[in-house]
């Protein structure tokens, strides 16, 4: 079945420099969507980023992510991170395979530190 | 903020009794999702909804979980006999029908067994 895997569980980062979280997945299917998710400290999570066309770079409030399918991989990065952005990222997909329910990775808690 | 409305914000019962928490979606969004996350903030997919139907939902929920989505009432969620292995912050989602479409999150439930 399809999964999708978000290998750190927790990034710490100095603010002001690059952040990235890795994102990679399994799936069968050709036609699927990408999506970033965060949340914040209880709040509820929110989409940050959706794609599904290969090799096109998305961007949102100064995150950016590239769908790359030759090597299953949806990485969120930010050129420069402020201490607004600790929070809680999720990668999820979702295909037909799974009737467009998301598939979630396990979570980065991601903590800027000054 | 949030246009998926959740409630109660906290839930506290004992082992064994009912819990019942609600959701009213977003105007306009027929597909509801139910997800348990947990201490480690995993999401779990517990059951989902276009309009009144189910469209999916896994073994826990078929056994000791209940939901339904009535025409022109919230939604809801019901533990029938409570564990302690249902504390957890349940997640209601809403979309749009057709395809891989973003999720809108309420703020969720927070149940505490004791």
């Known amino acids: 079945g399809d999964s999708v895997t978000q290998t750190e569980g927790l990034v710490t980062v100095t603010e002001g420099l690059p952040v990235k979280l890795n994102c990679t997945y399994q799936?069968?299917?050709?036609?699927?969507?990408f999506f970033w998710y965060v949340q914040y400290l209880n709040e509820a999570p929110q989409v940050l980023l959706k794609?599904?066309?290969d090799n096109k770079r998305t961007e949102h409030q100064g995150f950016h992510a590239t769908l790359h399918k030759s090597s299953s991989s949806f990485h969120l990065q930010k050129s420069s991170a402020q201490l607004s952005d600790s929070a809680l990222y999720y990668c999820a997909l979702s295909d037909r395979s799974s009737n467009y329910q998301l598939i979630w990775g396990s979570g980065t808690k991601l903590i800027i530190k000054p | 903020n949030s246009k998926v409305i959740q409630t109660p914000r906290y839930l506290v019962k004992g082992q064994g009794q009912k819990a019942k928490m609600r959701c009213i979606p977003e105007k306009g969004h027929p597909v509801v999702f139910w997800y348990q996350q947990n201490k480690n903030n995993e999401f779990k997919f517990l059951i989902n909804?276009?309009?009144?139907?189910?469209?999916?939902q896994i073994d826990m929920t078929e056994k000791r979980f209940s939901a339904e989505c009535p025409s022109n009432s919230p939604c809801s969620l019901e533990i029938q006999s409570s564990e302690a292995g249902d504390s957890a912050l349940y997640l209601c989602?809403?979309?749009?029908?057709?395809?891989?479409?973003?999720?809108?999150f309420g703020h969720g439930t927070k149940l505490s067994v004791l």
């Open positions: 989602a809403s979309s749009l029908a057709g395809g891989p479409e973003r999720l809108f």
């Open positions: 799936t069968t299917y050709l036609t699927i969507a």
């Open positions: 794609s599904s066309t």
């Open positions: 909804f276009q309009n009144q139907e189910v469209l999916q």
